[in-house]
């Protein structure tokens, strides 16, 4: 079993940065596939980002490419996400999640490919 704490959200102005923090208990993420999505009032909970934590394959939702990053710290199991360049469009609840994956060249986009997900945190973005 893997908890997930998100922390790092918050309320800033177009054009600013913003991190984002995933910190993993219970086990390590060696062997699992991890990633970020967003959910905006209305809206359904989007793939934002995926990485292979083994090799730390990245895959990016256009949306986002050239303006996030995803990183990770395998000492502190911790997953991580700068936000560049930030947009009025991409205020919403912040998730991390998790699944186990022995697939490392496979990157997941569905929500529901996930097992684990943190408990979200808040991302305004005022123009």
């Known amino acids: 079993q893997v908890q997930l704490v998100e922390s790092g959200g918050g309320f800033v102005q177009a054009g600013d940065s913003l991190g984002l923090s995933c910190a993993a208990s219970?086990?390590?993420?060696?062997?699992?596939?991890v990633g970020w999505f967003r959910q905006a009032p209305g809206k359904e909970r989007e793939f934002v980002v995926g990485?292979?934590?083994?090799?730390?394959?990245?895959y990016y939702a256009d949306s986002v490419k050239g303006r996030f990053a995803i990183t990770r710290d395998v000492a502190k199991n911790t997953l991580y996400l700068q936000m560049n360049s930030l947009k009025p469009e991409d205020t919403a609840v912040y998730y991390c999640?998790?699944?186990?994956?022995?697939?490392?060249?496979?990157?997941?986009?569905?929500?529901?490919?996930?097992?684990?997900w943190g408990q979200g945190t808040q991302v305004t973005v005022s123009s």
């Open positions: 999640a998790a699944r186990t994956s022995f697939r490392p060249e496979y990157i997941y986009i569905e929500p529901s490919a996930y097992d684990y």
């Open positions: 219970g086990r390590t993420f060696r062997n699992y596939a």
């Open positions: 990485m292979s934590w083994n090799d730390g394959s990245q």
